[in-house]
């Protein structure tokens, strides 16, 4: 996997976080006749989503969220924002994905940018939360069977003292009575290619349910 990522997505700056570098898709990667092989799976993770770039751009902007701490990026796809959190001073960072061609993407694309990240492969939804002190959630929201465990898992990580920072477009599974705006940004989203006119990605605080 890591050979195809070399060979047929050209590492490119991203839109809206020019800082950050990835292996990028494009019309020559070859990735829709992939993704119509079974076991291949959907490469979103060749891709930016609007909740990530968002999530990486406020980490960079704002550092001291992350500076020190450690980090799981949750649904990590490219890995960027876990990159943006290992730019910004965290002390760890661990990119968590169901996906093992995301695992190839994390370790390339860190490497890419000089970071030092570490590929975790697996479903947390369901689990304990891990030991961090922040998670960074972009993109989790878009199918509703996903959004509910998403949530429930964001609420254990509430629980167990665990900072929550959610990245979204704005879909219609987002938990938005749970959410705190915090800054938009503009940028595109999956699909989008790197149009950023008249587009808007939010960062959002997860907080406790209200009693």
Request: net charge negative; aromatic share 4%.
């Given at each position: 996997m890591e050979a195809f990522i070399r060979a047929n997505l050209p590492i490119a700056s991203v839109p809206t976080v020019a800082e950050i570098r990835l292996h990028r898709a494009g019309p020559k990667s070859g990735l829709g006749r992939l993704a119509r092989i079974g076991d291949f799976g959907s490469p979103y993770w060749a891709y930016e989503w609007g909740g990530g770039l968002a999530l990486a751009r406020h980490v960079l902007d704002h550092r001291e969220t992350v500076a020190g701490r450690k980090v799981l990026?949750?649904?990590?796809?490219?890995?960027?924002?876990?990159?943006?959190?290992?730019?910004?001073?965290?002390?760890?960072?661990?990119?968590?994905?169901?996906?093992?061609?995301?695992?190839?993407?994390?370790?390339?694309?860190?490497?890419?940018?000089?970071?030092?990240?570490?590929?975790?492969?697996?479903?947390?939804?369901?689990?304990?939360?891990?030991?961090?002190?922040?998670?960074?959630?972009g993109d989790l929201f878009y199918d509703p069977h996903l959004a509910r465990r998403a949530a429930r898992f964001l609420e254990r990580c509430l629980g167990d003292g665990i900072a929550v920072l959610v990245g979204d477009p704005g879909r219609?599974?987002?938990?938005?009575?749970?959410?705190?705006?915090?800054?938009?940004?503009?940028?595109?989203?999956?699909?989008?290619?790197?149009q950023v006119l008249g587009?808007?990605?939010?960062?959002?605080?997860?907080?406790?349910?209200?009693?």
């Open positions: 990026d949750l649904g990590a796809g490219s890995g960027i924002v876990g990159i943006a959190a290992a730019m910004a001073g965290a002390r760890e960072v661990v990119a968590a994905d169901i996906d093992p061609r995301a695992m190839a993407a994390i370790r390339l694309n860190a490497t890419a940018n000089g970071v030092s990240i570490v590929p975790l492969h697996g479903d947390l939804l369901d689990g304990a939360p891990p030991a961090v002190d922040l998670v960074l959630a219609a599974d987002l938990p938005r009575e749970r959410l705190r705006l915090i800054a938009e940004y503009p940028g595109p989203d999956f699909g989008d290619g790197d587009k808007r990605n939010a960062v959002f605080a997860f907080e406790p349910a209200s009693s």
